[in-house]
């Protein structure tokens, strides 16, 4: 893998594209599929799911429409690609027959190679361009419809530099993956080792009453804050969302905000440090349960909806009140009720159903200090797996957007025994 010198390079005059090597040609991408619109039942044709991880069998669980016999119909070697902005980045390949939702765009190539374009059309900026030539209202609501998507400029070597394009690709982001599925199966064991600690120190002491937690917490369910009312000015209050909401820390990275002159008007919903926040959509990820502390930091923060607030009452400790929402015994209660949920969501009423093991004051800050120390050590470390799972994810998205556009030449690139370390640096 090497560098194209600029001399080999040439301006596509397509923003999106940049420079390409000299050889290649820039087409319109309607001139390289059919769009398939046949019409299938999912009788007959399996339902599939369009994802970030590509084209897969849909789960049993998932959510199913009555509409079972409006769908779209998908052969094994079609593109497929959703156009809303909501699930930017969910397209592939598939590998088999079946059908999707109307709302995604199927695609037959002709003349240029399904792998090549599977990695191009999943590329950042082609995602980008892609949204570019959607439609909506507002950001939420934007779509793009192939009568637009055709008309994208996209980058086109001969079929032998793409088949080594993706060749390249199919190897590379192999070994990422598999990178990533050991930090991430790592990040599993260092939960499961959280979750035992906790269930020792805070559930471990039979002697201990057992309470109904809603007795001894203030539970706050977020506002409905309408999306159209959003600000992106930074001096405005920003929205606690499901999105801003970690294991133990809260995100930023995306922020929408709300006119600080209205904010009077909503004030029950203004959160305070020490409070805790809950994600009520999928609570649990690999990295644990969504639930952190509000910093000084993240003021001024008013709470959305699918998040709640969580206050402790006398008789409960507020850094006790945590760690039972952490525990491994609040997550397999609630789970319980959330069986064929394609996405999870817990309630108010499911939260303070929960019984818990209270010991008195002193003993609560005793087990608080006890476990204090050894779960910053293993957030610390559930912190840096998923970091390098973050770098791992960047460095795959880099790579590819710099192969389909031209960036480097693979073409005399041959696979080696080389370590996956090695191999991601060569």
């Not at 560098?3 to 080999?8: F, K, M, N, P």
């Not at 969302?241 to 809260?250: L, M, P, Y």
């Not at 904010?263 to 409070?275: I, N, P, R, S």
């Not at 019984?355 to 293993?378: F, G, I, S």
Request: proline letters at 4%.
């Amino acid at each position: 893998m090497i560098l194209y010198t600029d001399s080999a390079l040439r301006d596509s005059g397509v923003t999106w594209l940049g420079k390409v090597p000299t050889h290649w040609s820039i087409n319109r991408l309607g001139g390289f599929f059919i769009e398939r619109r046949e019409k299938v039942s999912d009788k007959d044709f399996p339902p599939l799911s369009v994802t970030k991880n590509g084209i897969v069998p849909q789960l049993e669980t998932a959510a199913k429409t009555d509409d079972g016999d409006n769908r779209k119909g998908v052969r094994a070697g079609d593109f497929v690609i959703n156009g809303r902005s909501d699930r930017k980045g969910s397209s592939g390949l598939s590998r088999m027959d079946g059908s999707v939702s109307l709302i995604n765009i199927v695609l037959q190539p002709r003349n240029i190679s399904g792998q090549f374009i599977h990695h191009l059309f999943r590329s950042y900026p082609f995602q980008e361009e892609f949204y570019r030539y959607g439609k909506g209202i507002v950001a939420d609501l934007w779509s793009t419809n192939y009568s637009e998507m055709k008309n994208i400029l996209i980058p086109v070597p001969s079929h032998t530099e793409q088949e080594a394009i993706a060749a390249f690709l199919d190897h590379k982001t192999a070994l990422i993956d598999d990178l990533i599925d050991k930090r991430e199966r790592q990040i599993e064991l260092l939960q499961e080792q959280r979750e035992a600690l906790i269930s020792r120190e805070v559930f471990g002491n039979t002697k201990d009453p057992v309470k109904k937690i809603g007795y001894y917490i203030n539970l706050l369910p977020g506002y409905s804050f309408p999306s159209d009312g959003f600000s992106q000015n930074e001096n405005d209050t920003k929205l606690l969302r499901g999105i801003n909401v970690g294991t133990d820390f809260i995100r930023w990275d995306e922020t929408v905000y709300w006119p600080i002159n209205k904010t009077q008007a909503v004030k029950e919903y203004a959160l305070e440090a020490g409070d805790l926040v809950l994600g009520m959509d999928r609570p649990w990820i690999a990295q644990g349960t969504r639930v952190a502390e509000v910093k000084k930091e993240d003021l001024p923060a008013l709470l959305v909806q699918r998040v709640c607030r969580l206050r402790a009452k006398p008789g409960l400790r507020q850094e006790f009140l945590k760690l039972v929402i952490a525990s491994k015994e609040f997550r397999v209660y609630i789970e319980g009720d959330l069986t064929g949920i394609s996405v999870p969501h817990i309630s108010a009423d499911q939260i303070c159903s929960f019984k818990m093991r209270l010991p008195n004051e002193t003993r609560q800050n005793t087990v608080w200090a006890h476990l204090r120390t050894q779960l910053e050590r293993v957030d610390k470390s559930i912190r840096d797996a998923t970091d390098v799972i973050q770098l791992l994810r960047d460095y795959r998205n880099s790579l590819i957007s710099v192969a389909v556009t031209g960036k480097i030449d693979v073409r005399n690139w041959q696979p080696s025994s080389e370590s996956v370390e090695e191999s991601l640096h060569a």
